[in-house]
């Protein structure tokens, strides 16, 4: 039995780009945790949680990935607007570099008999 890429990419990257987004938001701009998770579109007891390491601790994101999340982070700060373009922009990005398969290839070993994309090792 296997997942679909889709429900990886829900229970761990979405939440590995969002902590990553909350240190981010919290720590380099001051956005306080309502703020932030009014921009990301979730509470500020979630935040907390990322944090505090209670939340998307099994996923480590790659250099290039969080210097996309660091370009995203700088746009959110100062217009909250724009942070649901900005995760489907890392979203995408991770998808282009493979770095979602990187993470399906982990969790999800049983796909790579019927997935066409070549995960990096």
Partial sequence: MYLLPQEIEVWYIIPAVRKELARLLTKKYGLSYEKAG??????KAAISQYLSNKRANKVKLNVKTKREIKKSAELISGNARVAMFEMQRILKFMK???????????????VLDYCNCEPKY
């Fill in 38 to 43: 009014n921009a990301l579109g979730i509470s």
């Fill in 96 to 110: 282009d570099n493979h770095c979602s398969c990187d993470v399906c290839k982990r969790y999800n070993k049983d």
